[in-house]
């Protein structure tokens, strides 16, 4: 049999969106339930395969189809098309499944020629109306279908307009009118070399032509491919009998919301013109009214309209955005579809309606976008505001942050002391640059990627950054950054960064601030009902771990230890260990650290009192504590320029020395992580004891605290075995010492393919495991994770040769089936080993949906990511229930 092309909207319904489009299948199941639709038919998106299938025309017995379905119309809508005394108007509308707002094209007023026109005038009996309608047809015909100019035709409007003194359209009169059809007719004439088709059967086939070749036109096709859309889904075509809003003062077309779309409150949202068609709204000549005014022009129209409006939602469970038509005091529904709403009316309008019983909170869940709860957690650029770009970079943290940019990390700290707004710009941070981080409003880098120093710690901070920004060319000596256009940007002058879109902006551009409501605590209140993942954060200091927790973080999944070596008096502590000639030395330097680290530890546990805290010993190289060897030998020669004293001398030559001692070809496959630990153990014990010691004395306090000790970069077991040893030992002494019982847990990082893959081994000693995803995505593609994206990798993802930037979306593939391969044999060897993600990826919902398939125990995200992490996990469980 063959295959129906043609469906009335009788025949339909919103289940058939494929077939029919958007438009057509909505259409379809409003006349299904009984609302006031014109009558209209949809040729379906098959048929739009077939146009291009068999070259770019209309198929074989297409024609004869259609004619068909134009007699069944007739019947329907009691006119006759073509007909000169009661004519019959349609317009032709494009529709495809996914919406593609004004990608493609629409004709209205299909029908009208000479004689027509002339019908439609005597029964309306409105001149005016008939022929400003002929000349709108005659205009969008000549544009859509044939591609005249549009512009020709204004002209002539503008012409027309002079002639009769006419300020506006409306004033034009029915004589102008008249006139303005017969020289649109010229305009055709002249640019096509054939006359304007009266045949109203020609008509209808040209349109229909002309919408199924518009689905590839230029426009259409760059926005199937930013949007994902595939190609060879098709559009539909709508055909429709016309309504008219233009009808007198008891006629009006609109556009509205059922609820809110920007504050999501419930209430009837749009607006409306009297006395006007469709394009009088969009073409902004005249203002539109608010659709609540609609009660006092139209009462009974308005009524109804509320009416529907009601129907509407309750049917499709979900803010509807209706255009609408009202003919003579009688409202015609046009379109019906999902509307578009902000981030604070996702959340506002799904928990409202978990409240009203129409939507289940599963439903409420899975209709707001992690991205929008994270919009909702930062400050952000006004939508509205003008801003002039500068360049762009990585989006590495997310907000918007003005203020004065500043090189120099101590002056950015001396700056904000006095109350300054600054932003940090530099090549790069490094821990150095810790405290001008926190001083600072954001951060821009011009090297580095979405795992850099800058990024990772901005993050921590929730503090906005754009990082990698190459296109910018940091002149450090002379305090200034030349932008790609040539301007150059010195200390003092104001930016504006956006670390949602890796925008840089030129002064200080606007910004609104967060927007947290009573809907968005309950409804992550609801993920957390239904999310099987737990959701820890990283975190390093008391402040952190306090936000994390007031977002809801139900512990630490990651301490980065190192970030408390930082702080101008921490660091020359640390470097005085460094530079220890004796292990007597050494110690003595540590002594004095582990009184400071007792202290972090402690203010941790506190603010997470009664949920498990992961401590990780050490992790990065320790030339990362000392200056550059470059920088260095800059200050030698300055010192020795300048006449310093000898030792200052000697003492500074010594820290060169050491710092090129120090030195590595490949830092991140260096000396580092437990490495670290094993070979100086004296550095890992110090901070085993003065965890256990604050964890005691905590204990002592009534306080509860739970420890997890974690070793980073493990990659063989024997390494794990010795590690433990000396966790367990130096914990027994401590707590012996102390006399308080504590149960505490030791695992490990799984940051190295060889440790996944010896998983079975390394259980035995470890109590968990923590995918240190960053690390490990690192060493599984061997991409560097502080050059790749700026070097390769985002060509890499433009060029489609990955589908995502690793460090950011987990990959499934390589990295994924590493960590399935550790949980699975880690859980062999230690059934309860507990699991967990704490990369920057614990706080990516893509990957977040993988941890949850794959079983692991909680993801851990930076503290801003954690109502994120909420959300998405919940949509995990939505997804993919477990059994
Ligand atoms: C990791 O490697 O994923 C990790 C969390 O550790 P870091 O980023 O500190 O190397
Ligand atoms: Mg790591």
Redesign the pocket.
């Known amino acids: 049999m063959e295959k129906k092309r043609i469906y009335f909207f009788d025949e339909g319904s919103a289940e058939m969106k494929q077939l029919l489009g958007g438009k057509g299948a909505n259409l379809a199941e409003m006349k299904r339930i009984g609302l006031p639709v014109p009558p209209g038919f949809t040729i379906t998106t098959e048929v739009c395969r077939e146009y291009y299938a068999v070259g770019g025309r209309l198929p074989d017995g297409l024609e004869e189809e259609i004619v068909e379905a134009m007699h069944r119309l007739e019947k329907e809508a009691g006119a006759k098309f073509g007909d000169p005394e009661n004519p019959l108007l349609v317009s032709v509308r494009s529709g495809a499944p996914i919406s593609m707002p004004g990608m493609m094209d629409t004709i209205l007023n299909l029908g009208l020629n000479d004689e027509t026109v002339k019908g439609l005038a005597k029964q309306t009996n409105n001149e005016r109306f008939a022929y400003d309608s002929y000349r709108r047809f005659i205009m969008m015909f000549s544009d859509v279908v044939r591609g005249v100019d549009r512009q020709l035709f204004e002209e002539a409007l503008e012409e027309i307009k002079k002639k009769y003194g006419a300020k506006t359209d409306a004033d034009v009169p029915a004589e102008g009118m008249k006139e303005l059809a017969e020289r649109s007719k010229e305009i055709y004439k002249e640019q096509l070399g054939e006359d304007f088709p009266q045949d109203v059967w020609k008509q209808l086939i040209m349109a229909v032509d002309a919408v199924f070749r518009s689905w590839n036109n230029e426009r259409a096709i760059l926005y199937r491919k930013i949007n994902n859309i595939p190609d060879d889904m098709g559009t539909a075509v709508n055909i429709v009998k016309m309504v008219f809003g233009n009808m007198g003062d008891d006629s009006a077309t609109g556009v509205a919301f059922t609820r809110n779309p920007s504050t999501g409150e419930k209430e009837l949202y749009g607006e409306y013109l009297v006395n006007a068609q469709g394009e009088d709204v969009v073409a902004g000549i005249r203002t539109p009214k608010p659709v609540k005014e609609l009660k006092n022009d139209i009462p009974q129209a308005y009524d109804e309209l509320v009416r529907v409006a009601e129907i509407l939602e309750k049917h499709y469970r979900d803010m509807q955005d209706m255009e609408f038509t009202i003919e003579k005091g009688k409202l015609y529904m046009l379109q019906t579809r999902t509307g578009k709403r902000t981030a604070a009316a996702a959340v506002k309008i799904a928990v409202d309606m978990v409240k009203e019983g129409l939507i289940t909170k599963e439903e409420a869940i899975m209709r707001v976008t992690p991205e929008q709860i994270e919009t909702l957690l930062h400050k952000r650029i006004d939508p509205s505001a003008e801003k002039t770009l500068i360049a762009k970079g990585l989006p590495a943290s997310p907000g918007a942050a003005t203020g004065s940019v500043v090189f120099d990390t101590e002056e950015a700290v001396k700056l904000a002391e006095q109350g300054k707004k600054v932003i940090l710009v530099r090549p790069e941070t490094t821990p150095d640059d810790l405290h001008g981080m926190v001083a600072s409003q954001g951060i821009l880098t011009s090297r580095g990627g979405m ?1 850099s120093h800058a990024a ?1 710690v901005a993050r921590g901070m929730g503090k906005p950054a754009v990082v990698g920004c190459e296109e910018i060319d940091i002149d450090m000596e002379n305090e200034q950054f030349a932008a790609p256009n040539g301007k150059v940007y010195k200390k003092g002058d104001i930016i504006t960064i956006d670390g949602s879109t890796g925008e840089v902006f030129e002064g200080e551009v606007p910004l609104i601030d967060p927007q947290l409501s009573g809907e968005f605590k309950e409804l992550l209140d609801w993920a957390d009902e239904i999310r099987v993942l737990g959701v820890y954060a ?1 975190a390093d200091n008391p402040e952190d771990a306090a936000k994390a927790r007031e977002f809801g973080a139900e512990g630490i999944g ?1 301490a ?1 230890t190192e970030h408390m070596f930082l702080g101008p008096e921490r660091v020359q502590i640390v470097q005085r260990m460094i530079m220890a000639d004796t292990s007597e030395e050494r110690r003595e330097a540590l002594k004095d650290l582990g009184k400071l680290q007792k202290a972090d530890f402690k203010g941790i546990l506190e603010a997470m009192d009664g949920l498990p805290v992961t401590i990780r010993l050490l ?1 990065p190289p320790l030339h990362e504590f000392l200056p550059a060897p470059e920088e260095l030998a800059e200050e030698i020669r300055k010192l020795e320029d300048e006449g310093a004293p000898a030792e200052v001398i000697e003492e500074k030559k010594k820290l060169y020395h050491k710092a090129v001692e120090l030195a590595e070809h490949n830092p991140m496959m260096g000396f580092r992580g437990c490495r670290l630990g094993l070979i100086y153990p004296e550095i890992y014990e110090m901070q085993v004891e003065a965890l256990m010691e604050a964890a005691a004395e905590l204990k002592k306090e009534g306080k509860n605290p739970i420890v997890k000790i974690m070793h ?1 970069l493990v990659g063989h077991v024997n390494e794990m075995k010795r590690l433990r040893e000396m966790t367990d030992r130096v914990a027994f002494q401590v707590l012996d010492r102390e006399g308080v019982d504590l149960k505490y847990k030791v695992g490990t ?1 799984i ?1 190295v393919p060889r440790a996944a893959l010896t998983a079975y081994q390394i259980a035995e000693y470890a109590e968990f495991f923590s ?6 995505t690192q060493m599984t593609f061997a991409f560097s994770r502080d050059d790749a994206e700026g070097k390769f990798l985002a060509k890499y993802v433009e060029e489609g040769i990955l589908p995502k930037n690793p460090f950011i979306v987990l990959d499934r593939d390589g990295v994924g089936r590493l960590i399935k391969i550790a949980v699975t044999d880690g859980r062999k060897t230690r059934a309860d080993l507990d699991v967990g993600i ?3 990826h614990g706080g990516n919902p893509e990957s977040i949906e993988f941890c949850h398939i794959v079983g692991l125990d909680y993801v851990s995200a930076s503290p801003y990511r954690v109502p994120v992490a909420r959300l998405a996990a919940a949509q995990a469980a939505v997804k993919h229930p477990k059994k």
């Open positions: 795992t990772v990283n990651l980065r992790d980073p990082m940051e995918f240190g995803t960053n690390d490990l704490c990369g920057e």
